[in-house]
């Protein structure tokens, strides 16, 4: 009775496991709700640059609420910062939160391999989250013993910028974890939506595809990569094109994303390999953050 309780309250200690892009801004979205957060990684010249990036983007947001007063705005950032720690051991880390949400490797076995870590270790009543971009949360939670305190928190890229998190209920979530995400999600300023553990969820069950349609496109050579960019821009109001989104998120997610699902459903046409996009893979040619995917970057 008393863990049920514990659950209905809000949840104030956050543990993040990865301090990647993602990782870094779900931390940045809590702490700026003013929750205590702990950022874990592996690496600790990436929770170094995770701090610095955190800094960097509560400055942006800063700027944008404390227009006129550099002295709130400044408050605003050390405050923030202030309520994130870093760890590099994500067992000790854990001890007191209430949510832990998983943004490290899209792996299912070393996701596997920390959460079986965990589940020993945290309280009863941490609810596990994991950000998989196109894993099965069931799979996931299949090795913990909380499976009614497991669901998945689905951030996008910028975690700061964009609005929507998808709230995924797996096979156990029980309504008490369900509604303590939703609610959390909400405290963040994210507006939430309800998803089944589909591949994909929702987004990604759409965004996928439309890329991978945008590169047979151009593989096809039906148009320019500029070309399908501006029409999606223009014609559909896109704020990227999808050639663009592509680089935006990197190649090898892409690729990654595709493989694994054309894996598990071999007959899905949308989900078929691509030459082109392995051959640019294979080249190192991943995006934006190799300074070249389908467009050059300085
Ligand atoms: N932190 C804080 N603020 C940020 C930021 C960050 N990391 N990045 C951008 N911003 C702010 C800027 O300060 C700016 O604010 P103002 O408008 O108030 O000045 C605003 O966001 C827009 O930024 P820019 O002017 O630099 O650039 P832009 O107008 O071209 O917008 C964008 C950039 C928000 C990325 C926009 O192009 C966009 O929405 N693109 C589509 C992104 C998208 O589809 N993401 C989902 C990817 S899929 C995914 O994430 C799921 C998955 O599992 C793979
Ligand atoms: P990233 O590579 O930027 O960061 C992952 C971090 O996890 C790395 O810093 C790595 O050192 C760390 N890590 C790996 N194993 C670890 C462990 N056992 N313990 C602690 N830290 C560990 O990746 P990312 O883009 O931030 O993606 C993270 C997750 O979020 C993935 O599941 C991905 O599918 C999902 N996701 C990504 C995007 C995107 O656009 N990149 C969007 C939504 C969801």
């Known amino acids: 009775f008393s863990s049920s309780l514990a659950l209905q309250s809000a949840i104030k200690n956050v543990t993040v496991i990865g301090g990647g892009l993602m990782g870094s801004g779900i931390a940045q979205v809590a702490a700026q709700a003013g929750q205590n957060v702990t950022l874990v990684d592996v690496n600790s010249d990436i929770l170094a640059k995770a701090q610095k990036s955190i800094g960097n983007n509560l400055g942006r947001v800063a700027k944008k609420i404390y227009k006129d007063n550099p002295q709130e705005s400044?408050?605003?950032?050390?405050?923030?910062?202030?309520?994130?720690?870093?760890?590099?051991?994500?067992?000790?880390?854990?001890?007191?939160?209430?949510?832990?949400?998983?943004a490290i490797v899209e792996n299912i076995d070393v996701k596997h391999q920390l959460f079986q870590k965990l589940d020993q270790i945290a309280p009863d009543h941490t609810i596990f989250a994991s950000n998989?971009?196109?894993?099965?949360?069931n799979e996931i939670a299949s090795v913990v013993k909380r499976k009614d305190?497991?669901?998945?928190?689905?951030?996008?890229?910028?975690?700061?910028?964009?609005?929507?998190?998808?709230?995924?209920?797996?096979?156990?979530?029980?309504e008490t974890?369900?509604?303590?995400?939703?609610?959390?999600?909400?405290?963040?300023?994210?507006?939430?939506?309800?998803?089944?553990?589909?591949?994909?969820?929702?987004?990604?069950?759409?965004?996928v595809p439309y890329i991978a349609e945008a590169i047979r496109l151009f593989e096809r050579g039906d148009a320019s990569a500029r070309d399908i960019d501006i029409a999606m821009k223009l014609g559909a109001g896109y704020p990227m094109g999808p050639l663009e989104?592509?680089?935006?998120?990197?190649?090898?997610?892409?690729?990654?994303?595709?493989?694994?699902?054309?894996?598990?459903?071999?007959?899905?046409?949308?989900?078929?390999?691509?030459?082109?996009?392995?051959?640019?893979?294979?080249?190192?040619?991943?995006g934006v953050k190799t300074g070249e995917g389908f467009y050059k970057y300085e």
């Open 149 to 174: 305190k497991f669901g998945g928190l689905h951030f996008f890229n910028p975690v700061p910028v964009m609005r929507l998190l998808e709230v995924v209920r797996g096979a156990e979530t029980s």
């Open 74 to 102: 400044e408050k605003f950032v050390t405050e923030s910062m202030n309520r994130i720690k870093t760890a590099t051991d994500a067992l000790s880390a854990s001890q007191t939160a209430d949510l832990v949400v998983e």
């Open 245 to 286: 989104l592509a680089d935006y998120v990197g190649l090898d997610t892409n690729k990654f994303i595709l493989d694994g699902w054309h894996k598990k459903f071999p007959e899905e046409q949308l989900f078929k390999p691509i030459p082109l996009l392995n051959k640019l893979v294979s080249e190192g040619k991943l």
């Open 132 to 137: 998989t971009s196109s894993l099965s949360v």
């Open 177 to 207: 974890t369900y509604k303590s995400m939703m609610d959390w999600g909400k405290s963040l300023g994210k507006t939430c939506i309800t998803c089944k553990d589909t591949p994909g969820f929702v987004v990604n069950r759409l965004l």
